[in-house]
Every structure is written in C-alpha cells, then in structure tokens.
C-alpha cells in the first residue's frame, strides 16, 4: 500500500469520527462518542503512519526529504496537528462535545488534499529554496500554530452558539461546556497557537536569509504571517490589559483563522517566492 492510498483511508476515517462525534453530540449517546474517540485515535495512528510511510517512499525514488514540501504534504500534516492537538484536549477536559466542531476541520483538510483537482501527491524533488535542515523546524511550528488556531475556531464556534441560546438551551447544547470554560480555552488555544506561529516566523525568516539572502523581504506569504500575529497578538493583549472577555474574544479569533486560512491558501494564489505551496 502507498502512503497516498493510506492516506485516503485516513480521511475517510476523519469523516467517521467527525460523523460520529456530531451524533453523540445531537442525540446525547455517550457510545458514538466513544467510538468516535477511538476512531480518532485509530486516524492519528494511520496519519502519522502515511506521513512516515511517504518519507521512506522520497528516499525510495533518490529525492530523500521530510514531506513537508508542499500543498498536498502540508495538508496531511495540518490535519494530523488538528487531531493530535483535540484529542489532548478530550482527554484533558473529559468532553467529546468540543469533537463535532474541531474533527470536521481536519476531515476536510485531509478530504481537500486527496480529492481536489489541483493538488497532486506525486512525490516531486525539492526546489532549492526548500533544500534546507530548517524545512522541518518551519513547518512544524507553523501547522502546530495553525493547529491551535483551528481549534480555538472551533472552540469559538461553540462559544457563540451557546451564548446565543443559553436562554432556550434545549438537550442539543446541554452537553457543551459551559461558556467560562469555552472562553478560557479559546485563551489557551490561541497562546499555544501564537507561541508556535511565533517560533515559525522566526525559523522561516533565519531560512529566508539562508535561501534568499535577506531575513524579511514582504513577500505575500511573509506579510500575511505577520498580519495573521498581529491579529491574534492582538486579542492576547485585548485579554490582558482591556479584560476582553467571551463574544470578543471569540470574534477575534473567528477573524484570526479566517486570516490563517488566506495565509495558507489565498497568498498561493499572488506571485511570490512561496508560490511552490501551490504544488
């Protein structure tokens, strides 16, 4: 089996447990959820498994590379990061509710990355720009960042919802954590997620200088990352010394991956030195 062909299982194992974590969550069954949780797992384990599998196949056809690489590589990645980082989340806070709202992110960037069109997972060389040892330590940074902010989007999804209809709250959002404990892990999600952005715009712009020459050069890509921090920068610093709290917050961080996401996709679409991503 090929790790594109693991890989497709992956995301029809993703669909299941989002399938499943919305069920539990609507018809209030704790065994969907239990499954679903199990079948995340099982989906973290195939992920990382066809991550690991296509990094031999590189070395099998003499190119040897972390498939870090590009849009289709970056995508496996993201969803594993999304996962792995929601089922700590499960774990450490005993509710599959937060599930419904945080999978579905990672089935549909797993079920992008194996159905569009425009990507293809054939195994390509590294152009020279990527042939460096600071490939690795950029893009995990990046998507453990991105990660986080995808979860705290999913998070504040649920925050909104909830606070919409606290009054006529009904069995449907009964089960979803109370808006204190939605707000305060917005918080962390989006600390954790700034510090690695953080971390990745430092490691991007030590390997632009190795690259290119030059630490900052305002290339589309590299303006967006700087937006995307300051965004959520931003809401930090909203929260420390104005006292934002709850609806704003999650606003904010609403705002935040919707810039996360043009940083991802949308700049592809602009000429710049990052164009590769759209590979």
Same mark, same amino acid.
């Given at each position: 089996?090929?790790?594109?062909?693991?890989?497709?299982?992956?995301?029809?194992?993703?669909?299941?447990?989002?399938?499943?974590?919305?069920?539990?969550?609507?018809?209030?069954?704790?065994?969907?959820?239990?499954?679903?949780?199990?079948?995340?797992?099982?989906?973290?384990?195939?992920?990382?498994?066809?991550?690991?599998?296509?990094?031999?196949?590189?070395?099998?056809?003499?190119?040897?590379?972390?498939?870090?690489?590009?849009?289709?590589?970056?995508?496996?990645?993201?969803?594993?990061?999304? $996962? =792995?980082?929601?089922?700590? %989340?499960? @774990?450490?806070?005993?509710? *599959?509710?937060?599930? #419904?709202?945080?999978?579905? /992110? &990672?089935?549909?960037?797993?079920?992008?990355?194996?159905?569009?069109?425009?990507?293809?997972?054939?195994?390509?060389?590294?152009?020279?720009?990527?042939?460096?040892?600071?490939?690795?330590?950029?893009?995990?940074?990046?998507?453990?960042?991105?990660?986080?902010?995808? $979860? =705290?989007?999913?998070?504040? %999804?649920? @925050?909104?919802?909830?606070? *919409?209809?606290?009054? #006529?709250?009904?069995?449907? /959002? &009964?089960?979803?954590?109370?808006?204190?404990?939605?707000?305060?892990?917005?918080?962390?999600?989006?600390?954790?997620?700034?510090?690695?952005?953080?971390?990745?715009?430092?490691?991007?712009?030590?390997?632009?200088?190795?690259?290119?020459?030059?630490?900052?050069?305002?290339?589309?890509?590299?303006?967006?990352?700087?937006?995307?921090?300051?965004?959520?920068?931003?809401?930090?610093?909203?929260?420390?010394?104005?006292?934002?709290?709850?609806?704003?917050?999650?606003?904010?961080?609403?705002?935040?991956?919707?810039?996360?996401?043009?940083?991802?996709?949308?700049?592809?679409?602009?000429?710049?030195?990052?164009?590769?991503?759209?590979?």
């Amino acid at each position: 089996m090929s790790s594109s062909q693991l890989l497709s299982i992956v995301t029809f194992i993703y669909g299941l447990s989002a399938v499943l974590y919305i069920t539990a969550w609507i018809f209030e069954k704790p065994f969907p959820g239990k499954v679903a949780t199990w079948t995340a797992v099982i989906g973290v384990g195939g992920n990382i498994l066809g991550i690991l599998l296509r990094w031999v196949e590189t070395y099998k056809v003499g190119y040897g590379h972390a498939p870090l690489s590009n849009l289709y590589e970056s995508l496996v990645f993201f969803a594993w990061c999304i $996962v =792995a980082l929601y089922l700590y %989340i499960e @774990y450490r806070y005993r509710n *599959r509710t937060i599930g #419904a709202f945080v999978v579905p /992110l &990672a089935f549909l960037a797993m079920a992008y990355a194996s159905l569009s069109p425009n990507i293809s997972d054939r195994i390509q060389p590294l152009i020279p720009a990527l042939q460096s040892n600071w490939l690795i330590a950029h893009v995990i940074t990046c998507f453990f960042g991105y990660a986080g902010f995808a $979860v =705290a989007f999913g998070i504040s %999804i649920m @925050y909104i919802t909830k606070q *919409r209809r606290t009054a #006529a709250e009904g069995p449907v /959002l &009964a089960h979803v954590p109370g808006t204190e404990t939605l707000d305060d892990l917005t918080h962390k999600m989006v600390q954790f997620g700034f510090l690695f952005l953080t971390a990745g715009i430092i490691t991007g712009a030590v390997w632009a200088n190795s690259a290119w020459g030059r630490y900052w050069g305002w290339d589309p890509k590299e303006t967006w990352s700087l937006i995307t921090w300051f965004i959520y920068a931003t809401l930090l610093h909203a929260r420390l010394m104005r006292g934002w709290r709850g609806r704003k917050i999650a606003y904010v961080s609403i705002i935040g991956f919707i810039a996360v996401l043009f940083t991802y996709f949308g700049v592809n679409l602009l000429p710049g030195l990052h164009s590769y991503g759209t590979q």
